[in-house]
């Protein structure tokens, strides 16, 4: 599946953002070493993996009759997959590596 990982990290008590994008789940396992949560330590944020493939759905919808409409409409609308949680960076051990959990929280 075609698609790219990133780092999603609090930048306050209210919000978060994604902070890393990169090509491979081990690139973003090393990056995240250097990324940190809103008033937390280094290591810390969330790994997600976002699909880039999409599907074309043909749909069909009831005539309005408010809008003269007598005849089904049919249309067609793009879907893509949501992205996929991976795994936590809950901080550094003392060597310095992430330690990981596949817990969000």
Known sequence: M??????????????SEPTIYTETLKEA???IKYCEDWYRPKGTGEI????VEFKVDELTREPNRFLGETE???YKRIKQ????FICRGMGL???GEVIFSKKRW
């Open 81 to 84: 997959d949501r992205a996929k």
């Open 29 to 31: 396992k090393e990056a």
């Open 48 to 51: 997600y993996f976002q699909p």
């Open 93 to 95: 051990d003392e060597n």
């Open 2 to 15: 075609k698609g790219f990982y990133y780092i999603k990290n609090s930048i306050d008590e209210c919000h």
């Open 72 to 74: 089904p409409a049919k």
